[in-house]
Structure formats: structure tokens, C-alpha cells
């Protein structure tokens, strides 16, 4: 069974930083598409990284609100996914998903797309001004 659990969130003021990670479990794939979402109440859910591992290749791909602050990164030995977020905004908050699915399901690059098959529960991410 894949389980994929998030930790890192919490609150910090504007400029700061923070770091998430998402570890995973159970999963039966070496190579991996896997990415990071943030949905803010009342808002639709964002897709803020991806990230595609194909055998010892990997590609990423960032929204354009993040592009240059946020860096994803994936730790094979720990099995571990983390998003590194600086120079956070207020417009940064929101509940921060990790997702993951086979390397299939972004056979044509590191993908943003909601539809992956995995997901963790989520990790509170709070900025203040």
C-alpha cells in the first residue's frame, strides 16, 4: 500500500523560508513522476512542482508564481520528496499536497496535472505579513 506523508508546514513571516517533505512508502516504482500541489481555501488546486525520475535522469518543471523561490528535489536513500520554498509570500499559503504516481503518467515530462494516483494528506502552510 502506498502511503505518502507530508511534514514541514507550519507559519512564518514574509521572506522566510521553509522546507517540506513527503515521505514515501510502499511504493513499487524506481523511476517516479511526483509533485507538489497547494490548494487555498476557496481557491482550485495548483499544481507548484513536478518533478519526473527516470532511472538517473531527472527533469523538473515549476509554475511561473514559484519559478525561482521553490526547488524540488527528490532523495532516492530516503525515499523522500522535498519542496525548498524561499522568499515565501502571503499568496504562498494554502495546504501543500504531495503526489505521486508511475513513471507513466508523465511519459512526456515532468507534469503539473492533478491526476496523479497517490496522495498524502496535506501540510498547513501559513505567511504572514
Known amino acids: 500500500q502506498v502511503q505518502l506523508v507530508e511534514s514541514g508546514g507550519g507559519s512564518v513571516q514574509a521572506g522566510g523560508s521553509l522546507r517540506l517533505s513527503c515521505a514515501a512508502s510502499?511504493?513499487?516504482?524506481?523511476?517516479?513522476?511526483m509533485g507538489w500541489f497547494r490548494q487555498a481555501p476557496g481557491k482550485e488546486r495548483e499544481g507548484v512542482a513536478a518533478?519526473?525520475?527516470?532511472?538517473?535522469?531527472?527533469?523538473?518543471d515549476y509554475a511561473d508564481s514559484v519559478k525561482g523561490r521553490f526547488t524540488i528535489s527528490k532523495d532516492n536513500a530516503e525515499s523522500t520528496l522535498y519542496l525548498q520554498m524561499n522568499s515565501l509570500k502571503p499568496e504562498d499559503t494554502a495546504m501543500y499536497y504531495c503526489?505521486?504516481?508511475?513513471?507513466?503518467?508523465?511519459?512526456?515530462?515532468?507534469?503539473?496535472?492533478?491526476?496523479?494516483?497517490?496522495w498524502g494528506q496535506g501540510t498547513q502552510v501559513t505567511v504572514s505579513s
Open positions: 503526489a505521486a504516481d508511475s513513471p507513466s503518467y508523465c511519459s512526456g515530462g515532468p507534469s503539473r496535472d492533478s491526476g496523479y494516483k497517490y
Open positions: 510502499g511504493f513499487p516504482y524506481i523511476s517516479a513522476c
Open positions: 518533478i519526473r525520475i527516470l532511472w538517473n535522469t531527472r527533469s523538473v
